[in-house]
């Protein structure tokens, strides 16, 4: 398999977050991750992007919080006890929430399984992936953080 090289390693592999939108299992790099929290009040703000449920205070911190549902074009479900956010931070202090279904583990992932993501065009969300990772489990998509909030 071909070897992403924008994938940070640790010295046993990638440490990636697993967490599930629908019946598809992601993840995202654990150097991404501030916390995760439970699903919390929700201030919207008016005039913003459809993905952006509004904004949260995290210890004073007021923190923008986006539906990866949305931001895929998927059906909006009912929140309930296993609905996270997992706050993001960037190198530039920045935060952003992203709410997900249900939160897994964090994997060391070895780099002989991650592979780069097929370049289609006509696969809309390929945009928002970063990597391929072909685990035993089955197939988990790696996602690339900077494209997913920015764009």
């Known amino acids: 398999m071909a070897e992403n090289t924008n994938v940070t390693y640790t010295a046993d592999?990638?440490?990636?977050?697993?967490?599930?939108?629908?019946?598809?299992?992601?993840?995202?790099e654990i150097k991404y991750i501030n916390e995760i929290i439970g699903i919390e009040q929700i201030t919207v703000v008016p005039k913003i992007p459809d993905h952006?449920?509004?904004?949260?205070?995290?210890?004073?911190?007021?923190?923008?919080?986006?539906?990866?549902?949305k931001r895929f074009g998927m059906e909006e479900i009912p929140y309930?006890?296993?609905?996270?956010?997992v706050v993001i931070e960037f190198e530039d202090g920045q935060q952003v929430g992203v709410i997900v279904d249900r939160v897994h583990e964090v994997v060391v992932v070895k780099k002989d399984i991650i592979s780069k993501v097929p370049d289609s065009k006509s696969v809309n969300s390929n945009r928002y992936l970063k990597s391929i990772i072909n685990m035993e489990s089955?197939?988990?998509?790696?996602?690339?953080c900077?494209?997913?909030?920015?764009d």
């Open 13 to 28: 592999g990638a440490e990636v977050l697993f967490f599930d939108i629908g019946d598809t299992v992601y993840g995202i």
């Open 52 to 69: 952006i449920k509004g904004v949260i205070n995290i210890r004073g911190k007021v923190v923008p919080v986006i539906s990866i549902r």
């Open 80 to 85: 309930d006890d296993r609905t996270c956010i």
């Open 138 to 144: 089955g197939i988990r998509l790696l996602l690339d």
């Open 146 to 150: 900077d494209k997913l909030i920015m």
